[in-house]
């Protein structure tokens, strides 16, 4: 079964944007690299000087090949968005609750 990691960072969400605008490209190498290695769904979401990654991976060790593998890629965008702290992401499986609703339940 799929997990989902998040990983949350103090940053500038409108600074993430602006950046992702004006480096479609490495947005979308970083993106291709992440589906080659088996990323399912990926999105940036932002709140008051936070910014945070959720995405759908087959396993953890599918996402920490990759972000190892692209540090030097990710690394400047974070640098960019005024990020400092070294990410930390958490891994969460699906609980069986029987009340699922959406995501295709």
């Given at each position: 079964?799929?997990?989902?990691?998040?990983?949350?960072?103090?940053?500038?969400?409108?600074?993430l944007e602006r950046?992702?605008?004006?480096?479609?490209?490495?947005?979308?190498?970083?993106?291709?690299?992440?589906?080659?290695?088996?990323?399912?769904?990926?999105?940036?979401?932002?709140?008051?000087?936070?910014?945070?990654?959720?995405?759908?991976?087959?396993?953890?060790?599918?996402?920490?090949?990759?972000?190892?593998?692209?540090?030097?890629?990710i690394g400047p965008?974070?640098?960019?968005?005024?990020?400092?702290?070294?990410?930390?992401?958490?891994?969460?499986?699906?609980?069986?609750?029987?009340?699922?609703?959406?995501?295709?339940?």
């Amino acid at each position: 079964m799929s997990v989902i990691m998040t990983m949350v960072a103090e940053g500038d969400p409108a600074a993430l944007e602006r950046y992702a605008a004006e480096h479609v490209a490495d947005m979308q190498e970083i993106k291709q690299a992440a589906v080659e290695r088996g990323l399912i769904a990926h999105r940036f979401y932002g709140t008051d000087g936070q910014i945070m990654v959720s995405d759908e991976w087959p396993d953890e060790q599918s996402f920490i090949t990759f972000f190892e593998e692209m540090g030097p890629k990710i690394g400047p965008m974070m640098e960019a968005v005024g990020i400092t702290s070294e990410p930390h992401p958490i891994f969460w499986r699906k609980l069986e609750t029987h009340d699922d609703h959406g995501w295709d339940a």
